[in-house]
T-cell receptor, first 116, second 111 residues
Framework: DSGVTQTPKHLITATGQRVTLRCSPR?????VYWYQQSLDQGLQFLIQ???????AKGNILERFSAQQFPDLHSELNLSSLELGDSALYFC???????????????FGPGTRLLVL | TQLLEQSPQFLSIQEGENLTVYCNSS?????LQWYRQEPGEGPVLLVT?????EVKKLKRLTFQFGDARKDSSLHITAAQPGDTGLYLC???????????FGTGTRLTIIP
């Protein structure tokens, strides 16, 4: 158990719909990272928040948005869903805002999204 | 974006055998990390290598960072069923430091 929690575990929805994924970081961690894992694209970084502010952006579509709240939990909003958005979405957290050998990222168990 | 190619993509071997998986790039990385991901779980960090030529050992797992910091290998001795999983290498891109993950090696150890 990494200490990072994600809800829901599974989500099935239809094209065109909007969903919200939730992540609670480990106690004391200030950074939250969102990743998408699909069979064809592998694990890809979407966006990072550090202490409530956006810190870094990756391959995140304009239809997707995220925020980090004062209690440090984060939500990833996916809208106008398409079939290709079906994937595993992971949240990770770390103590600080750095990358690579500066920080250890702890991953949650993921949310499996299926768009029909 | 710097790319990380892993090989082989799939590997299935008998318990007790040795194996090596590779992570290669044409770019230099300041560090490389190895993760293991089991079904239904998120990736778990195994090790971070920082110095070119560095070797780190984690029980039966040996990690090596290439001298030029463009590649890394993971060697497992006497593989066990508990080693089954998806092995991912990852490194921070120069300039923006965001983590790039490799294509992954899916390892299955047959009892």
């Amino acid at each position: 158990d990494s200490g990072v929690t994600q809800t829901p575990k599974h989500l099935i929805t239809a094209t065109g719909q909007r969903v919200t994924l939730r992540c609670s970081p480990r106690s004391g961690d200030l950074s939250v990272y969102w990743y998408q894992q699909s069979l064809d694209q592998g694990l890809q970084f979407l966006i990072q928040y550090y202490n409530g502010e956006e810190r870094a952006k990756g391959n995140i579509l304009e239809r997707f948005s995220a925020q980090q709240f004062p209690d440090l939990h984060s939500e990833l909003n996916l809208s106008s869903l398409e079939l290709g958005d079906s994937a595993l979405y992971f949240c990770a957290s770390s103590v600080g805002g750095g990358w690579g050998n500066q920080e250890t990222q702890y991953f949650g168990p993921g949310t499996r999204l299926l768009v029909l | 974006t710097q790319l990380l190619e892993q090989s082989p993509q799939f590997l299935s071997i008998q318990e007790g055998e040795n194996l090596t998986v590779y992570c290669n790039s044409s770019s230099v990385f300041s560090s490389l990390q190895w993760y293991r991901q089991e079904p239904g779980e998120g990736p778990v960090l195994l090790v971070t290598v920082v110095t070119g030529g560095e070797v780190k050992k984690l029980k039966r797992l040996t990690f090596q960072f290439g001298d030029a910091r463009k590649d890394s290998s993971l060697h497992i001795t006497a593989a066990q069923p508990g080693d089954t999983g998806l092995y991912l290498c990852a490194g921070p891109n120069f300039g923006n430091e965001k983590l790039t993950f490799g294509t992954g090696t899916r390892l299955t150890i047959i009892p």
